[in-house]
């Protein structure tokens, strides 16, 4: 395997036990070597500074040499706060896939195709054809194909395909029409949306009124996860041959953000109240796609709808769905051209796959987050001490684990994830501007370095090992001993989200990070959220901004509450967001033209299918 150097060339940097004296805002010069085309085993060694190594102090590279294989990086790297004297740091991360040497770190560098996406597909190609595309895994929901109760993203998008919503969002998570072709709010709870009665469901019968008024009714009524995100709804009525109203018991501000997603779509409720029509086996919508074959675990076919009131003119007139568990397979799928497309979650494909001829690998960026559970519900455990769980918090480096586990191929972000409008400053938190020689000093004060906390982490996701042990060097910092321990879906699932109290001390896990802030953040109230009330308090405070932040519709003075919202979350330390959870799409430019948003809330890669074109034909 390959071995990286990070090491400080500065004052006092990068030799143990010296100290450094360098003012705020000076350059210290640091060298990054790496080699052998491998992500192996990365050393990150030099003095504190400020109390804390961040990554984001680099400011610019001023230098690229390559000697025998190694490559290194000469960079400029700007302090923060003085420097304070103390033993060295050593850092070790194992990380396990070996990549193609590729850019410095940092994060690779992509340029939009047009302004919000990555792709734009290219209207002068007017061929139809086939298109596959691989997937990691498929659609595994307890009431089956029933896109009310679905729960994962890969089952969003894969419903999507034939289940449509009275409206979507674009590539700037604002709402746009989709059944409903217009709406109005006469007031702060009121919604009148105008149907597209022009719609048929794929079995030829005209969408009506009535089919929306029960299918939100059912959602409503249905306790659901997603019922939760609906809001307030007080009443649903047909109060037109094409117009529904919805009145809310108050202000609801993510209303239409959770009726943009496939949970909300609209069924044929002609037909599942005479029962022709079982939605947990069989999908009946009036979206663009029908299924032809359903393999589980294996492959969707999926053709054409030739009454999709959309328009006649899809050009992927067959799509095929494979599901590939390995992401190598799926690499060499591409790289061998058979698969059009294919989704990555490993980081190391836009390195491994950017380089070959034919072949756009794109970096979507996902609403969805990483997060540390920090178990405040455990007896006799030192994180029943809010100060501990800070300090836990400050100790944590988000910016190096987006730096040293995602090669710079995400974001830090807060409950609100960053990259929806109104979001709160990551920088600004509490944490953040806390000082780690105080989190030291708390955990000396409390004994909370004396117990051994667990770390607990699910094998299905290589890379939440990787966050784990760099968490766990980090907590290190200011004596507080992790270990590491890693379980299948099955036992981490019942130690996490089953024991109650949690059977665990520290664990991590991401968020599906939708389209409105506050769709997230009541995952902080456990009184909303149930999955939490294992690990996490109620706390009076902080459940009375997730409410106004939800309830505010003014855009500048629902930031300010969120920004609020964020900090008291942020020191309550129960749930402690990390990084944005990247997706990588790649895709073959002589089968496809894709359209590709840069921002994604609900997990869709295939958001744009409509729009796609067919290549080479």
């Known amino acids: 395997m390959g071995r990286t150097r990070l090491s400080g060339g500065g004052p006092g940097a990068g030799r143990p036990g010296a100290s450094a004296d360098a003012p705020d805002d000076e350059s210290v010069e640091t060298r990054i070597s790496w080699g052998g085309g491998c992500r192996g085993t990365v050393i990150i060694q030099g003095a504190p500074i400020g109390g804390r190594r961040r990554p984001e102090r680099i ?17 400029n790297q700007r302090t923060r706060s003085r420097a304070a004297a103390g033993a060295a740091i050593a850092l070790s991360l194992v990380l396990t896939s070996c990549a193609a040497p590729g850019s410095a770190p940092g994060g690779t560098e992509q340029t939009e195709a047009a302004p919000g996406f990555l792709a734009v597909a290219d209207e002068a190609l007017t061929g139809t054809g086939a298109l596959t595309v691989q997937l990691d895994y498929d659609t595994s929901e307890a009431d089956g194909l029933d896109p009310q109760t679905a729960q994962t993203d890969t089952s969003w998008m894969i419903m999507g395909l034939v289940y449509e919503t009275l409206v979507t969002t674009d590539e700037n998570f604002e709402i746009q029409p989709k059944l409903a072709t217009s709406w109005e709010q006469p007031d702060d709870t009121t919604y009148v949306f105008t149907i597209d009665t022009t719609a048929t469901f794929s079995n030829g019968r005209a969408l ?30 047909a109060t037109g041959d094409d117009q529904v109203t919805v009145k809310l018991g108050s202000p609801y501000a993510p209303f239409l953000a959770a009726l943009a997603n496939t949970p ?56 095929e769905l494979q599901i590939v568990d390995q992401e190598s397979t799926r690499q060499a799928a591409l790289r061998e051209g058979s698969t059009g ?69 995400t974001t830090p972000t807060g409950i609100t994830p960053s990259n929806l409008p109104g979001a709160c400053r990551v920088d600004e938190l509490p944490s953040e501007q806390a000082a780690i020689e105080d989190a030291r000093a708390t955990i000396e004060e409390t004994g909370a370095g004396d117990v051994e906390l667990d ?23 200011i004596g507080v001993t992790v270990r590491i321990e890693q379980f299948d879906t099955a036992i981490y699932t019942e130690r996490v989200f089953s024991a109650q109290p949690g059977d665990f001390d520290l664990s991590i896990s991401w968020f599906a990070g ?104």
């Open 455 to 477: 770390l607990i982490v699910d094998t299905a996701n290589p890379v939440m090992a990787q966050i784990a042990q760099l968490v766990q060097q980090q907590l290190a910092e």
């Open 59 to 75: 400011a610019a590279v001023r230098a690229t040499t390559t000697v025998e294989g190694v490559t290194t990086v000469l960079i």
């Open 264 to 319: 909300a779509a609209i069924l044929p409720m002609e037909e599942v109240n005479d029962g022709s029509v079982d939605l947990t086996t069989t999908m009946l919508g009036t979206g663009p796609y029908l299924v032809a074959d359903h393999r589980q675990d294996e492959s969707w076919t999926f053709t054409a709808n030739p009454d999709w009131h959309g328009g006649d003119n899809l050009a992927v007139q067959t799509l």
């Open 341 to 409: 497309m294919a989704k990555f979650v490993n980081i190391d494909s836009l390195s491994q796959l950017g380089g070959n001829e034919g072949l756009q690998i794109v970096k979507q960026t996902q609403s969805d987050l990483y997060y540390v559970l920090v178990n405040s519900q455990k007896p006799d455990s030192p994180l029943n001490d809010q100060d501990v769980r800070f300090a836990i918090n400050t100790a944590i480096d988000r910016q190096a684990i987006a730096d040293i586990v995602f090669a710079g191929e």
């Open 514 to 617: 939708y389209s409105d802030p506050s769709m997230v953040t009541k995952w902080w109230n456990p009184e909303q959220a149930f999955f939490n009330v294992g690990f996490t308090g109620v706390h009076e405070d902080l459940n009375e901004l997730i409410a106004e932040g939800a309830s505010e519709t003014d855009p500048d003075a629902r930031a300010e509450v969120l920004t609020r919202l964020c900090a008291s979350a942020d020191e309550y330390a129960e749930m402690v967001p990390l990084v944005h959870r990247p997706s990588i799409i790649g895709f073959d430019t002589t089968a496809v033209s894709p359209t590709i948003q840069s921002n994604e809330g609900y997990g869709n890669i295939l958001r744009n299918i409509a729009d796609y074109r067919i290549a080479g034909e």
């Open 208 to 237: 009506t009124v009535d089919d929306v008024v029960g299918s939100l009714e059912r959602q409503v009524a249905s306790m659901s996860v997603w019922s939760g995100q609906m809001g307030p709804v007080e009443s649903i009525e």
